[in-house]
């Protein structure tokens, strides 16, 4: 068990590490000499002469080997840099240090605490919504396999998935909180300053997020279910008198749990990675729409690199934990 959780931990250390390099190499190396050339630019017509040019790359360290660059870029997440050049000035920019952002002003960091509040309330509230829903479904559709009732849930669900996420959302908006008045007006508001007024802004997110995700669930629960009732020991259980709802909590559902895991643990991390449709369509700000604002022209690379570097981070980490879960769910994954 040990040796295969480092394993998996070393994998996870360097696909981080190579996932930083392309980030890098991709914002800050791979458009050339245009972040020098916007700020130069900015200065005025016939300003921007070849020596002023010069002057913004080489403060910017765009006359540098890419090794380099990426060195100090690196090091200054560790450890902070004092030297970081935005728009003509140079700031500080302590540990972990991911850019200055054009648009605020402030350091990418302090921007990104103010931020994932929000996408982490919506996050928990739409997946575990999705989790529980979908599960239930998809065990109850399993328990009347043929039936009806299985037919349309299951036809239901492949009716939901069918439809791109952002009209669900956007006919949500419009119909139960515009013009049916069902929810009121969306956005975050900090679950520490009031929390029932936190979950009535956030109920309706968390309901378009859950009916969405909670098909996956439902499918795939069914499957496994419907797999694990025609295994020896549940017709075992059967066959002592148990009530078909015991068998169905108790034994059958119990090892559809464990794959489960995989798909909430992913879908969570993307989540939480930003959900950009999401925070936009209900003005959630989190960092799915403050990236998304940072595609603005001018776009803000410090800003759309940090929310790159950062969800790729957590999807990593979270199979990184689904995969040390697992193997305590199941053993036999601990000796792959």
């Known amino acids: 068990m040990t040796g295969f959780i480092l394993r998996r931990l070393v994998s996870s250390i360097l696909v981080v590490i190579l996932t930083s390099i392309f980030v890098f190499v991709l914002f ?21 002469t070849a020596q002023k040019l010069g002057s913004i790359e080489h403060q910017m360290g765009l006359d540098q080997s890419v090794a380099h660059n990426y060195a100090v870029w690196a090091e200054g997440i560790f450890a902070g840099r004092h030297d970081v050049y935005v728009d003509g000035k140079l700031y500080d920019c302590p540990a972990p240090c991911l850019g200055i952002s ?18 982490i309330t919506l996050a928990i509230g739409g997946s575990l919504i999705g989790l529980v829903v979908g599960v239930l479904l998809g065990a109850f559709a ?45 956005g975050y508001y900090p679950v520490t300053q009031n929390p029932a007024r936190t979950v009535a802004w956030m109920m309706l997110p968390w309901l378009v997020i859950g009916l969405t995700s909670c098909t996956q669930y439902a499918r795939f629960t069914r499957a496994q279910v419907v797999e694990t009732l025609a295994e020896d ?26 794959p489960v895991t995989t798909i909430f643990g992913l879908n969570f991390a993307a989540l939480l990675a930003g959900t950009i449709f999401t925070e936009r369509i209900f003005e959630i700000d989190g960092i799915g729409k403050w990236s998304l604002d940072a595609l603005q022209t001018p776009i803000d690379l410090q800003v759309v690199s940090a929310t790159v570097l950062v969800s790729a981070i957590l999807v990593v980490l979270a199979n990184l934990l689904v995969d040390i879960f697992y193997s305590f769910l199941d053993p036999r994954t601990s000796v792959s």
């Open 142 to 186: 399993a328990l009347w396999r043929g039936s009806a009732t299985d037919r349309l849930l299951v036809g239901g669900s492949l009716v939901i998935s069918a439809i791109p996420f952002y009209v669900i959302a956007l006919l949500a908006w419009i119909y139960l909180t515009l013009q049916l008045k069902i929810f009121p007006t969306t």
């Open 233 to 258: 020991y549940i017709r075992t259980a059967r066959s002592k008198g148990l009530p078909g709802q015991r068998v169905l909590f108790k034994h059958a559902l119990r090892a559809a749990i464990v």
């Open 28 to 48: 800050f190396k791979g458009l050339g000499d245009s972040p020098a050339r916007n700020y130069c630019e900015k200065l005025g017509p016939g300003k921007c």
């Open 102 to 119: 054009i648009s605020s002003g402030n350091t990418v960091w302090h921007d990104l605490e103010q931020k994932y509040p929000a996408t």
